[in-house]
């Protein structure tokens, strides 16, 4: 473990927080896109699930069940509690042209073909795309709540700082996963446009819009 | 060079 990945897993926990306390205090889960949400269940059931046959760390096993349980609390949170305030007409991009082309990809990309290796792959190239329909609503909307901008800013400083922590790691212990940095170099930059609008607007203190 | 997956990662 390095700062890098710690602050980078931090920033992932706190960017789950951020969600929820938005979701909690407006009593709405207006702007957020309901298909970015289902798709990050499938991300972390489809990785995380190997906490049943597999041990690591305490760390780590108290992470993924995390991450697996409020992601589907969010879900739930959506889908039942708070549905009323989530308009599907908003939330329109088509979630079937990113699966299909992320199996085909876990299908010749893994470390070994089998089907928990392949599941995993295929949870790295979704997750590397899963932010797509909820930039693609923010797009369309042109702005967005100061609180969900919060939320997506920690979402995209987790991705970004396990850069740094493939660079130590590949210099410090000579490993690299190939896999997991080619997605995430990916789904950094799909955040870069975000984060220039990001630190442009909402850190000098303006609502976070999009030029028209 | 190892390439492997990292399986301590999240």
């Known amino acids: ?212 | 060079m190892d390439q492997q997956r990292a399986k301590d990662e999240l």
């Open chain 1, 1 to 212: 473990m390095n700062l890098f990945r710690l602050f980078g897993d931090l920033s992932h926990l706190a960017s789950i927080f951020i969600l929820l306390h938005k979701i909690r205090t407006t009593r709405s889960c207006r702007g957020i896109s309901f298909k970015t949400q289902a798709l990050y269940v499938a991300v972390f059931v489809s990785r995380y699930l190997d906490i049943l046959w597999e041990w690591v760390s305490l760390y780590n096993f108290v992470m993924k069940v995390f991450f697996i349980a409020s992601s589907c609390f969010i879900l739930y949170l959506m889908k039942m509690k708070y549905r009323p305030t989530h308009d599907p007409s908003i939330d329109t991009f088509r979630v079937e042209f990113l699966v299909g082309p992320c199996a085909l990809l876990a299908l010749i990309f893994n470390y070994k073909f089998t089907f928990t290796e392949v599941l995993w792959s295929l949870s790295i190239f979704l997750e590397s795309l899963a932010i797509l329909p909820q930039l693609f609503m923010l797009q369309r909307t042109g702005e967005a709540e100061t609180i969900t901008t919060h939320y997506l800013a920690a979402l995209g400083a987790y991705r970004a700082l396990y850069i740094p922590n493939w660079i130590y790691r590949y210099f410090s212990e000579g490993v690299v996963d190939p896999i997991a940095v080619t997605a995430g170099l990916v789904q950094t930059a799909l955040y870069a446009d975000f984060f220039y609008v990001y630190f442009t607007t909402v850190i000098q203190g303006q609502k976070f819009e999009l030029p028209a």
